[in-house]
């Protein structure tokens, strides 16, 4: 089979010792950060784009894949022995890892949540092993009118389904785009928002706005209004899990892993859904109720780790095969590979398969990495949370400077990356979600360049994305999730 | 924030964006419409983001003078912003940018990580800030500063050759 010599070979590139090396750093770092508050995955992948300068493709893609997933893994540790959880997708983890530790049985929590994530990222990997090609194949298929109706569903779902206000996402949506639109335009060639300025001809750098509006943003929050709080840590217990735990924990990772696959790849963004929805079905099938929310159940930890684990493997499929990214970190990515001048997409998987299938399989070498780093190690990760908040943050912000300063040499953009950071106040002051302005940032250019084809193929008619059945059918589904919310909402009070 | 406070507020975010969108739209005046082989010009974007944002700081403004914004969760964090240590950290994130390139990666983000340091500190002891000269605390402070910046600065441009600013061309400081 075609398939598993192109997987083979991508063994044979992704264990080279060099990519060994990149791909254990990246997994550390990942957990690093997945287990320090105040820095997420999408900021250290931002603060690293330095490196794409220098590093081949290839290594540099499988570190900050490391990175990606292992801050997820590192994001349960911290959501079970603190209050505060460290991602999103971590929140359900809380609930129930949280009440676990509190009755002493944080190292079941943390053994079930590791190994559940393994075991759903290796079966997500080889989901999309099988399923990114047969993908890649029918998205060739797809033209501009299509490829500009899933973007656009891509701004609405990440603007009108998370957060609260559809109003607030789609003002920061337009500032996203707005950002975006700095620069030279790629079809024209003409300059926009420039002001005379040379420098900005080539846009504002993603990793500006990324690591401004979360890192520095992050410090200057915490400094002005998080002074002296305090938060309780639980003990940590010998990771470990019973006979029983484990009866109770594997089918809760398999169920877990497929409910949160699916998600992953259509862009309804974020890993709060799956989470939740897994937290459900754990709590509905499971024997023995009463102990959810109270002693803390363990299938409650272990559906929830796997659906999360599954959905962000799972953002890798629409990123690779359509150029779609479906999480805040996915679109950070994509920006790398923009910054190596290969547009993700059907074509990736011919022009540069060697590059992908090396990363499909260091996904299988990294799922192994964390789960050594994890298990038995994580006493050393447990270590981090000991450091003072002030010292945390200063330290944020130095690997802010030299990933700003590191992309364009520019002291200049060490000023903005202040001002940006103000905004990021600002926005989380006044709930404006800030996800939106990164997507909107990175998509925005390639949506805009996707309009424009499908008009001049529709020869200047507009009605060209209502004549081809799959556009028709993405515009729908656009309205219907801007529309539908409300008209429910209307309804029921009457 | 008092209510009439947070109105005031909120109303002056709205007032911005209004104005962002109406600069866009002013600068998409300026951009020629060619339309090329019948698509549409390089300034359609521009006057709908612009457009966008006109219409979403009108709806904003309305929101915030007709009860506050809907559906907002409360942010964390206490009520009143710490502006003696924001002061800090401004210092810190403005120092660096203006002496990165005259005294260098390490010795700039040492001073950066120091001043960042005291606004944080004292932010956790906002009723009885320390003074800043305690040359123990402060001595410890720089040298945990240093012990960051100076292994990245030698991994990124020792290793990754990558071009930081340095004190002296030697690459190690």
Redesign the interface.
Known sequence: MDLWNQLLMGFATAATPVNLLWCFVGCAVGTAVGVLPGIGPAVAVAMLL??T???DATASMIFFSGIYYGAMYGGSTTSILLNTPGETGSMVTAMEGNKMAKNGRAGAALATAAIGSFVAGTIATVLVTLFAPLLANFAVRLGPPEYFCLMLLAFTTVSAVLG??T??G??AL??G??TG?IGM?Q??G?A??TGGVPELLDGIEIVLVAVGLFA?GE???????????RETRNKLSAVHMTKADWRRSWPAWLRGTFIGFPFGTIPAGGSEIPTFLSYATEKKLARDKSEFGTRGAIEGVAGPEAANNAAITATLIPLLTLGIPTSNTAAILLGAFQNYGIQPGPQLFTTSAALVWALIASLYIGNVMLLILNLPMVGLWVKLLKIP???L???I???A??GV??MR?S??D??L??AI?LVGV?M????FPTAPVVVGMIL?PLA?AQ??????IG??RWGVFLERPMSATLLALVVAILVLPRLIKRLRRR | MSAPDRSA??TL?GAC?LT??AV?AA?ATM??A?????????N???WV??G??VL??A??IW?ARSGG?????E????AR???R??A???A???A???L??SIG?ILS?TL??VL??R????????DSPRPFLQPAQLLRDAL??AA??AP??WM?TKL??????GLTSSGWI
């Open positions: 330095p490196i300068t220098k590093v609260r206000s109003l607030r789609m003002v337009f500032i785009l707005a639109l335009d079809i024209s003409q926009r928002y520095v410090s200057l929050y915490a400094v002005l209004y998080e002074g002296g709080r908040k002030p010292h943050y200063a330290g912000l130095i690997f400077t030299v300063y590191g040499q002291a200049f060490l000023v990356l202040y950071g600002v989380r002051r006044f709930d925005g805009e309009l424009r084809n499908a008009l001049s020869e200047g | 507020a909120q975010i964006v962002i969108g866009i600068g951009i020629p060619e339309a090329g082989y019948g698509g549409v010009g390089p359609f974007l521009p983001v612009g966008g944002l979403c700081g709806l904003v929101e914004y809907r559906n907002m969760e942010p964390g964090g206490a912003g710490y502006w240590g924001f800090w950290m401004t810190a994130l403005l660096n940018a203006a990165i390139t990666f983000c950066c990580f960042a340091v606004g944080l500190r004292n932010a956790d002891h906002q945990i500063g960051i910046a990245v600065y990124f990754l050759a990558i071009n930081l600013p």
